[in-house]
């Protein structure tokens, strides 16, 4: 094989594994899209059965990673400097909107001492969404450093703290079940504000 066809052949092999991984990519994407969209119908069952502020904050940052990942789809399927450049900015926007959410759902339910009732479709529902969201997540980040895709490592980030707040709510959720700790899920879920507003701020300014 002469040089020009072995180059010809590696950048053919190259372009195959790119293209792969693309699909790849775009299939975390669909499948986020579409466990949040359930989510968010099972979610609005549960809270308004057990009158839970909690879970209806969760449906709320369902719709957040769907607008996330929609970005990430829209990027990955015709990617540019420019276009790059602008989903960044959007999954940025996304991270602080998730966190300033976070921040006033804490504050009303701390401020009005509000007492959700027990709910075991929504425990059932936190649980497997923490599994499913974490292993979204390292699909994710996997995937996007072999693309070299910061918009897709970005948007990874906002599923894995998707996760960490699936994991908050079960935890206050399963505490309130057990110990009739009301106050245990609004601060469980502060704990997230803090990296939400440092992945946000530098998706804006990469």
């Known amino acids: 094989m002469s040089p020009t066809a072995g180059a010809a052949a590696t950048m053919q092999c190259v372009?195959?594994?790119?293209?792969?991984?693309?699909?790849?990519g775009l299939r975390l994407e669909y499948a986020t899209l579409g466990w949040n969209a359930v989510g968010i119908a099972v979610?609005?069952?549960?809270?308004?059965?057990?009158?839970?502020v909690a879970l209806a904050g969760f449906g709320l940052d369902s719709l957040i990673e769907i607008g996330a990942s929609t970005i990430v789809v829209w990027e990955l399927s015709g990617a540019n400097a420019e276009r790059e450049r602008r989903?960044?900015?959007?999954?940025?926007?996304?991270?602080?909107?998730?966190?300033?959410?976070?921040?006033i759902q804490a504050a009303v339910v701390l401020a009005v001492r509000h007492h959700a009732a027990h709910s075991p479709l929504g425990i059932a529902w936190t649980a497997a969404s923490a599994v499913v969201m974490f292993?979204?997540?390292?699909?994710?980040?996997?995937?996007?450093?072999?693309?070299?895709?910061?918009?897709?490592l970005c948007e990874g980030r906002v599923t894995l703290v998707d996760g960490l707040l699936a994991t908050s709510v079960l935890a206050g959720l399963a505490l309130n079940?057990?110990?009739?700790w009301w106050w245990a899920d609004p601060l469980a879920g502060l704990v997230i504000v803090a990296y939400g507003?440092?992945?946000?701020?530098?998706?804006?300014?990469?």
């Open 43 to 52: 979610l609005g069952v549960a809270a308004i059965a057990a009158r839970s």
């Open 177 to 180: 079940a057990a110990l009739g």
């Open 135 to 152: 292993g979204l997540a390292a699909g994710k980040a996997r995937t996007g450093r072999a693309l070299g895709n910061p918009v897709l």
């Open 15 to 24: 372009g195959a594994d790119r293209s792969s991984l693309l699909r790849h």
């Open 197 to 206: 507003i440092r992945e946000g701020l530098g998706a804006l300014r990469h």
């Open 87 to 103: 989903a960044l900015r959007m999954v940025g926007i996304a991270f602080l909107a998730l966190a300033a959410y976070l921040v």
